[in-house]
């Protein structure tokens, strides 16, 4: 199998403390970089949950958001001329 060289930039302290974790595992950091690539194939996604929050107001933001999309009683809209047209009344 023929292989090729991939550059990726990091912030020196995660990529030591990367190679430390990978080490004390029997690994070295491109191994374990491709075991990560290697899994992402073949679950066709990443391997982990992903999942940021950035601030308390960007959390409530997206309770709010999921709150407005499960409430019936607030109107939708499906075409964006009709959004802007009462948007102008």
Not at 19 to 40: H, P, Q, Y
Not at 62 to 78: F, H, P, Q, V
């Amino acid at each position: 199998m023929a292989t090729t060289n991939v550059t990726i930039r990091m912030d020196n302290e995660i990529k030591k403390q990367a190679e430390e974790l990978f080490n004390d595992l029997g690994l070295n950091l491109t191994s374990a970089i491709n075991m990560f690539i290697r899994r992402a194939i073949a679950e066709q996604g990443i391997p982990f949950e992903v999942k940021k929050i950035s601030n308390e107001e960007t959390f409530q933001a997206m309770l709010e958001a999921d709150r407005i999309a499960r409430d019936s009683s607030i109107k939708g809209y499906t075409d964006l001329h009709e959004l802007f047209k009462e948007l102008d009344s």
